[in-house]
């Protein structure tokens, strides 16, 4: 099979493909990342593209483009995923609860990297969730999910859809604006504060 039978033949990357929750349903949204707390984090893995060189990590926050997926103790998944197709437009951040590993693997441009031993997620790995906070945003009268945080003990992770940060300008960030086309996950609340983007 050559390269473009093999990417005419791969699944896209839709809501469906991953068993998304519609962000637009907030009660929907809620009770399945509530559904995370008091679950211990056992795995932690990106997706990113192929062609970088390892995960874009700086002090404070890491950068992800296709995907961050958290394995829970009672067999679920907390995933944070770019996909192609969402529920209001093309290139969306969807939500989904299900082990995508596979769907994942199966997209030519993407690898996943076990980051569970990275020191920043040392400090969550083998713990329980103590809460779990979310937020949208309203685009066009339609919900996107923006950003969710993890506490567990004294903690905090943050997961948020920005802007692609100019790479010349790394690890310096002009703001953090929302977009689909980048995710950042945020291990100082500094950060957060500095662009008012922490929610309280």
Known sequence: MGIFDFLKAKETLTKEYIEAINPGNETILSEALSSAGGQRIEKVYYGIVNYTNGVPEFDGFHLCDQAVLIKLSNGKWLNWVWVEEGFYQTGEINISTSDIQNKLNLDYYTKLVDVSEFIEW????GRKIDSIQFKTIDINGNN????????????????????????????????????????????????????????E
């Open 122 to 125: 040392k400090r969550f790995v």
């Open 144 to 199: 996107h999910i923006s950003d969710i945080r993890l506490t567990v003990g004294n903690n905090h992770v943050s997961i948020c859809a920005i802007e692609e940060p100019d790479p010349e300008k790394l690890p310096k960030l002009d703001g953090l604006p929302y977009s689909a086309s980048c995710t950042i996950i945020v291990f100082d609340d500094k950060i957060l504060e500095k662009y008012s983007r922490i929610i």
